[in-house]
């Protein structure tokens, strides 16, 4: 691992600099693509389960799109696609955003949009696995839609998918790594600058291999804990 302590071709830095700068770009595109796919996952969920009328099938037509067109298309459309769509003076303004913004943010967007789709299944499945009584009593208390969905419904939906939204946690931060094709240095990218410098791919890639790994295992060690404080006491666990 000494590739880390040499010095940059530019001799401003330490390829660890460059390390460090990558995970930094992967932490922000991850989280803040958590955050955009949680809120909107959970309202495309709540919106599929509704009885009757046009949003139920909003919400389906927006999973079966994004769920079904591969994320690296997904990411050229946000990339490419979107700014020529617009009018004239927004899409010059978007092209001509500094980097790394200019990639981060269709990356964000994209990665986002992209796993609410899936939350959105798993938001839905988890209200629907709830007994029907659930909502006739809210309803008989004099709960209001918003109120019966935010007090009783989806704190019980959440306990059920917690698994499964942790397999997304994790995977959110892997899904990264796909932003390099739009010019974004996030960890993946900047390994390969290393190595394209260097030749020494098996330290440049290594190192980005351990750090994934550990990303890995902090996230899955975090859910767990939040899993395991919003049991239910006497709940059986889920996992073996």
Sequence with gaps: MSLLFEATPDGAGRYLDWIIDG?????????????????????????RTLPRGVLPRIGRIYVEIFRNIPLLVQMFFWYFVLPELLPARIGMAIKQMDPPWGSFVP?????????????????????????????????????????????????QAFRIILPTLTNEFMTIFKNTSVALTIGLVELTATAREINENTFRTFEAFGVVTIIYLLIALIAWQAMHRIEQAARLPGAASGRG
């Design 107 to 155: 990356a964000l967007i994209c990665l986002g949009l992209f796993t609410a789709a899936r939350i959105a299944e798993q938001v839905r499945a988890g209200l629907q696995a709830l007994p029907g009584g659930q909502a006739q009593a809210a309803h008989a208390l004099g709960f209001d839609a918003g109120g019966m969905y935010r007090l009783i419904l989806l704190p």
């Design 23 to 47: 995970l930094a770009w992967t932490l922000g595109l991850a989280l803040g693509a958590w955050t955009i796919a949680l809120v909107v996952g959970t309202l495309v969920g709540v919106i």
